[in-house]
């Protein structure tokens, strides 16, 4: 969203493009966006791209771990929301063992991207005591925790001039896809965010966390933390129709905005 960089007092009325690729050069098998592409919105200049790392990830999409928030407050009037594996796995192990996730979650249907499956068959560990038990599991949140904060301080909060409180923990728990990474959970920072009479309308994926008590904890944080800044959030099942197919809310749908009618690209740093 829109800012003005406190450290180079740039004015971007129109934000800043936020792309994922490979940024530390993994070499073989490692994704970019098209060189022509990137050169022509780098020579837009006026929302000045900024490449974060995604190449870890199977899809490599950058609204796979992180959002925004317009009207969040924080530095800029807006936050980040990010996937935090390790809040998701705290709030999973802090549970007994007989706590279910995806609970209410067919898992019994045919997986419609791989014929002859059934969705339960991608999702083994479905209750605490099964992630208790399984230690690569339990590292992995680690391993990927450690690849998000790294995007975090070294790209996202210099280049958007954040601090700590700008930043929104969203708890997703995460797998191993081959030599990369997609979420395990329906990952909920993948939300549609639309903003209506100075408010946000939240489109967020049911992230089928421990259900305790009648509550899924996940959406419960996830309320808390955003709830009061958000005219309504709408937990959409999207389980069967994006989270099978390595996509959530966000992949699947957009919203119509209403564009400026001013010189949008009259700015003093312009050159």
């Known amino acids: 969203p829109p800012f003005v960089h406190r450290g180079t007092a740039r004015s971007y009325p ?13 070499g073989v098998g490692s994704r970019r966006m098209h060189p022509a592409t990137r050169a022509l919105l780098a020579a837009q200049q006026i929302q000045d791209p900024i490449e974060i790392h995604s190449d870890w990830l199977t899809v490599g999409h950058v609204d796979e771990f992180i959002s925004f928030l317009p009207g969040a407050g924080g530095s800029h009037g807006w936050k980040v929301m990010i996937a935090a594996p390790a809040r998701a796995l705290q709030i999973v192990l802090a549970q007994p063992d007989a706590t279910p996730l995806f609970h209410g979650a067919d898992m019994g249907m045919p997986h419609l991207f791989s014929p002859g499956n059934l969705i339960g068959d991608d999702f083994p560990l479905r209750t605490v005591g099964h992630i208790r038990a399984n230690a690569a599991f339990r590292g992995l949140q ?62 967020v994926p049911k992230p089928y966390g421990p259900f305790v ?15 009061d800044v ?32 001013d010189r949008w690209w009259d700015l003093p740093w312009i050159v």
Not at 183 to 201: D, F, H, K, Q, W
Request: charged content about 15%.
């Open 213 to 227: 008590g009648g509550h899924c904890l996940f959406g419960q944080a996830i309320t808390g933390k955003i709830g």
């Open 142 to 203: 680690t391993t990927v925790n450690t690849l998000i904060d790294n995007v975090k301080t070294t790209k996202l909060m210099p280049e958007l001039n954040l601090v700590a409180a700008d930043c929104i923990e969203i708890p997703i728990l995460f797998t191993k896809n081959g030599f990369r990474h997609i979420a395990y959970n329906p990952g909920s920072v993948n939300m549609l965010v639309i903003t209506e009479g100075g408010g946000n309308r939240l489109i």
């Open 230 to 261: 958000a005219l309504s959030i709408d937990y959409v099942d999207d389980m069967q129709s994006y989270h099978t197919g390595q996509g959530e809310i966000h992949c699947g749908s957009n919203s119509q905005r209403t564009p400026q009618t």
């Open 14 to 26: 129109f934000g800043r493009i936020v792309y994922g690729g490979d940024t530390v050069g993994r």
